[in-house]
T-cell receptor
Framework: ETGVTQSPTHLIKTRGQQVTLRCSSQ?????VSWYQQALGQGPQFIFQ???????GRGNFPPRFSGLQFPNYSSELNVNALELDDSALYLC?????????????FGPGTRLLVL | KNEVEQSPQNLTAQEGEFITINCSYS?????LHWLQQHPGGGIVSLFM???GKKKHGRLIATINIQEKHSSLHITASHPRDSAVYIC?????????FGTGTSLTVIP
């Protein structure tokens, strides 16, 4: 186990709704990255938070937003859900920002949008 | 064209075989990550390398920065190695990962 936890584990929403996913990083880690993984695909980078600031963003629309709290836990918010948002959402924490640190992944949240 | 390409997409091997998975990338990745994903979704980081070679048990990862190519080798493969192996890295403002290589090792 990596010490990274995510909640909830599974979620079902309907199109147009909003969802909030949560991630608790490993102790001592100040960086959290969020990924979307559709079935049969690799993880797609959504964004990274470092010390409560967004520190890089992938090709996702603004309805994907996030927060990082002083204890370095993080939230991913998705507004106006679309059917294509159905996926496994993964967070990963690391000791520092940039890409030269080992990523510790959480178990993921499976989101189904109907 | 994807920024990170892996080959093969699927691989079936007999237990004990030597396995190679290849990763090519077109973006300026500063550190290359190899991940292992088991059925059910859990991802484990295997290696993070920016030059040369790293070894951990039966797994060896190599990288050629000039050619933008990395390989993951598994010696004496075992059924418990069956998983999806994903490579990728960070360009300075975002991570890019490939679609993965699905490995099945048959006893």
């Amino acid at each position: 186990e990596t010490g990274v936890t995510q909640s909830p584990t599974h979620l079902i929403k309907t199109r147009g709704q909003q969802v909030t996913l949560r991630c608790s990083s490993q102790s001592g880690h100040n960086t959290v990255s969020w990924y979307q993984q559709a079935l049969g695909q690799g993880p797609q980078f959504i964004f990274q938070y470092y010390r409560e600031e967004e520190n890089g963003r992938g090709n996702f629309p603004p309805r994907f937003s996030g927060l990082q709290f002083p204890n370095y836990s993080s939230e991913l918010n998705v507004n106006a859900l679309e059917l294509d948002d159905s996926a496994l959402y993964l967070c990963a924490s690391s000791l520092r920002a940039q890409g030269g640190e080992t990523q510790y992944f959480g178990p993921g949240t499976r989101l189904l949008v109907l | 064209k994807n920024e990170v390409e892996q080959s093969p997409q699927n691989l079936t091997a007999q237990e004990g075989e030597f396995i190679t998975i290849n990763c090519s990338y077109s973006v300026g990745i500063s550190a290359l990550h190899w991940l292992q994903q088991h059925p059910g979704g859990g991802i484990v980081s295997l290696f993070m390398l920016s030059s040369g070679k790293k070894k951990h048990g039966r797994l060896i990862a190599t990288i050629n920065i000039q050619e933008k190519h990395s390989s993951l080798h598994i010696t004496a493969s075992h059924p418990r190695d069956s998983a999806v192996y994903i490579c990728g890295g960070y360009t300075g403002n975002q991570f890019y990962f490939g679609t993965g290589t699905s490995l099945t090792v048959i006893p």
